[in-house]
């Protein structure tokens, strides 16, 4: 496997396509011949992997967190807005079943008055 290495020795960037005498062209001091294949199955939920390359050419396999990205002021802007109409939506929702109920209230008293004045006949 063709793999490209930075100054850290970290692996940037692989090639399991090209055969080994295919290879031999690409081959500097930043991009060498492996024959070990990358483990797919080296991963750790909630952390990136991050693969080296030690000096007897085998692969070693780091677990970093993900850095935390700044946000920006319009995405902080946007998260606050979005608070914001959240909690007016709730509100209104509150609102409106206080008027439904006051409506049924209302209703039931409308219902009573009515059977009143009925049995009054």
Not at 62 to 68: A, C
Not at 70 to 80: A, H
Not at 83 to 92: D, K, N, R, S, V
Not at 96 to 105: T, V
Request: proline share 2%; glycine share 0%; charged share 30%.
């Amino acid at each position: 496997m063709l793999v490209y290495i930075n100054d850290e020795r970290k692996i940037m960037a692989y090639n399991t396509v090209l055969t080994k005498k295919e290879a031999e062209i690409h081959i500097t001091e930043n991009c060498v011949w492996i024959d070990e294949e990358v483990d797919v199955n080296k991963v750790k939920d909630g952390y990136l992997t991050a693969m080296f390359l030690n000096e007897d050419n085998s692969i070693r396999y780091d677990f970093v967190l993900p850095e935390k990205e700044e946000k920006t002021p319009l995405e902080e802007l946007s998260e606050q807005q979005l608070l914001i109409m959240t909690a007016q939506a709730e509100q209104y929702e509150e609102m409106q079943r206080n008027r439904l109920q006051d409506l049924e209230i209302q209703a039931t008293i409308y219902e009573t008055i009515l059977n009143l004045q009925e049995e009054m006949k």
